[in-house]
């Protein structure tokens, strides 16, 4: 194969051999020329020619080692000045790699810390909706039942009141009463209970009526306190409940100013029940027996809504 033999020529004129060298790969085996040489010449050649030959075979030894050396070393240098390059050409790009991956770091731990913040947010609109949609619910029933309670004015209210101020000295032993104790007259009584059912506290007003009812049964209010029991129950959407205390007022006090509006919230409490029959039999008892009232304008008003029968 070619590059495996060492091709010679001589010169007859300076009885040296020219050459040309193999590459690096057969240089070793250049040096087993010798050993065939001094066989080939042994018998043939004069002794001069032998120690010629000799020397020109260790001055070629020398230059392929020489050869050799200066092949590796300017590979060495070679590779040493490509993997300098390498490096500075590589320098600036790890240095920019370095940055890149410093600013992902970066950009990932903004990107957690906003999606930690998005989260928390979530959770406080989630429990803000919660509050306002409770918000509303309450101050939807609040308003509701001041609504109901300023009907239950305009309905009570409408028919003229047997007296501006409960009397006094009509209750049995009232007076007596006074002189024993500092309880409170029937005047203060109702007052204070009139003045939380107006403040929308209908739980001090309920246990200030009854009490009321209980200590002054048969005064001039007493129908009044009466009826307004029914309207609390009537805010509160209890409206069987609040049928029976409107009752009350019908049967205990026949000739008092309440029955009117007491019989036209009787009629609007059957017809929430879903009872129609009951409402508009009411409600036409109303129109009839009062027929200029103002509970008689709603009790028609109301009564459009209802079906013939």
């Known amino acids: 194969m070619e590059g495996r033999y060492l091709v010679c020529e001589v010169d007859p004129l300076a009885g040296k051999m020219s050459r040309h060298l193999p590459c690096p790969l057969v240089m070793r085996k250049f040096l087993l020329i010798p050993i065939f040489l001094v066989f080939l010449l042994d018998g043939c050649a004069s002794r001069k020619e032998f120690v010629s030959l000799q020397y020109d075979v260790n001055r070629l030894r020398r230059q392929v080692v020489h050869l050799g050396n200066d092949i590796r070393s300017e590979s060495d240098k070679k590779i040493a000045r490509v993997d300098g390059d390498l490096k500075e050409s590589i320098g600036p790009v790890r240095k920019n790699q370095a940055d890149i991956n410093a600013r992902l770091d970066s950009l990932q731990a903004k990107l957690q810390s906003l999606k930690g913040k998005i989260e928390e947010c979530r959770y406080l609109l989630g429990q803000q909706t919660k509050e306002n949609a409770s918000l509303k619910k309450r101050y939807e029933s609040e308003l509701e039942k001041r609504l109901l309670i300023l009907e239950g004015f305009f309905i009570s ?141 709603i009790a028609r008003k109301e009564l459009k809504k209802l079906p013939d029968m």
């Open 157 to 297: 209210e409408g028919t003229p009141s047997s007296g501006n101020k409960p009397t006094e000295g009509k209750s049995p032993g009232e007076e007596k009463g006074k002189a024993k104790s500092k309880k409170p007259t029937s005047k203060e009584l109702y007052s204070r209970a009139y003045d939380d059912f107006k403040k929308g506290d209908i739980k001090a007003a309920r246990i200030g009526f009854r009490k009321y009812l209980r200590l002054f049964p048969n005064t001039d209010y007493s129908d009044n306190a009466q009826y307004w029991l029914g309207e609390f129950f009537f805010v509160e959407k209890k409206y069987k409940e609040a049928i029976l205390e409107f009752d009350e007022v019908i049967r205990k006090y026949p000739k008092g100013n309440k029955v009117p509006p007491a019989l036209l919230k009787q009629g609007l409490a059957f017809y929430r029940l879903g009872d129609k029959t009951s409402a508009k039999l009411i409600l036409q008892k109303v129109v009839k027996k009062y027929p200029r009232s103002n509970q008689a304008k």
